[in-house]
DNA sequence: GTCTATATGATGATAGAC
DNA sequence: GTCTATCATCATATAGAC
């Protein structure tokens, strides 16, 4: 007689293996983005997801692991890409700027990103680590996906240029709600910041 | 005979008074800047200035009261403002965009200044009092000085728009440190982001 | 004004029972 | 997989001696 016993077979994934696995993985998104890094204790992010603080150790080993988990985001430059690809007339036409916030701002709508992008901005300022990823981030999803498009000479610094309006926005509209900017609807900040960011990747902006 | 003794007046301020206290202030302005709120501690701040941690309570009560106290920008409105109005053409010129950034850059040039910032942005993402002394700030500081240069149907969007560019400018420049923009002089910089914030201020932003 | 001593509580992490 | 118990460390804040 196998182990087990009765009747029912033993399928499928035991129960309560990878519930409770991705309950802490939202619940640290949700923590991480309201309160930083340093703000979102264990203990705190166990009792959100209705856990044992323990688990999270044993899941997660500790809290650095934890965060790169919460904060990894794995196909952003991927669906960035395919965003910036689905209109590529844009390019020609000298209105990549404007797809490219419409494109972030749209993106901003699904909640697990915003809290992912949220809880990175809110943690790169007091954790160098989190300051990498940012970095990182930052590089591997705008830099990459529309370096081809802006000319060589000044190129890193329009990519720079581009990055501070964007973190700016991010920074006024989503977490400090500044008004009327954090009620404004995607298609308003489309065309108040397009053109800046279509000068800063083509325009003039050196002496 | 009066209470001191030998010959010498006492005279002044009695020594170690206000020079501890001083001293207090600029290592809470240090930490905080390269810190945040959460993370510098008392502690440490004492330590940097070389004073027992229980002076900081004694001086200032608590850790809010040390933060405000070190946070307050007494002249800062004042400065800027003499800074614009330095140079009345410009807004007449449509150079009020580029005269904006150059004040700032410039005035970031003072480090006290440049520290109190930093901190504010840096303790202003997770803790809710430093958010609202920095849109305090940003109210008093831009709003009140160039609001009466926009017209007023969008003046909030305006003025807004505006501070999402200078934010994302200093977090990237000064506290991402990202490259080049971190290393690019203020002429370099009021050359780029000029033309965003005149524009911004009085071009075609709405739909 | 300055410091020692301490109250009080939260944190990350671990060991080990079930 | 789950939880209890606990360690070591850090924090803010206070009381009171000198």
Redesign the pocket.
């Known amino acids: 007689m196998t182990k087990g016993g009765s009747g029912r077979p033993r399928r499928g994934r035991?129960?309560?293996?990878?519930?409770?696995?991705s309950a802490i993985l939202v619940a640290a998104r949700r923590l991480f983005a309201d309160q930083g890094y340093?703000g979102?204790?264990?203990?705190?992010?166990a009792a959100q997801a209705g856990?044992?603080?323990?688990?999270?150790?044993?899941?997660y080993?500790?809290?650095?692991a934890?965060f790169t988990a919460a904060m990894h985001l794995p196909n952003l430059p991927e669906q960035l890409g395919a965003a910036l690809a689905s209109d590529p007339a844009a390019r020609a036409e000298g209105r990549l700027g404007e797809l490219l916030v419409r494109t972030v701002v749209a993106l901003w709508e699904d909640k697990a990103l915003q809290r992912t992008a949220i809880g990175l901005l809110r943690s790169a300022l007091t954790h160098e680590r989190a300051a990498a990823m940012l970095r990182d981030f930052v590089r591997s999803a705008i830099l990459a996906r529309v370096a081809d498009a802006v000319e060589a000479p000044d190129r890193d610094l329009r990519i720079a240029l581009v990055a501070s309006q964007v973190v700016g926005l991010l920074m006024t509209r989503y977490v400090l709600h500044v008004e009327p900017l954090a009620s404004a609807t995607g298609e308003e900040i489309a065309h108040a910041v397009g053109p800046t960011l279509q000068r800063y990747l083509s325009g003039q902006i050196s002496m």
């Open positions: 035991r129960p309560g293996e990878s519930k409770t696995r340093d979102a204790s264990i203990r705190d992010i856990v044992d603080p323990a688990l999270v150790h044993h899941f080993g500790n809290k650095e934890l």
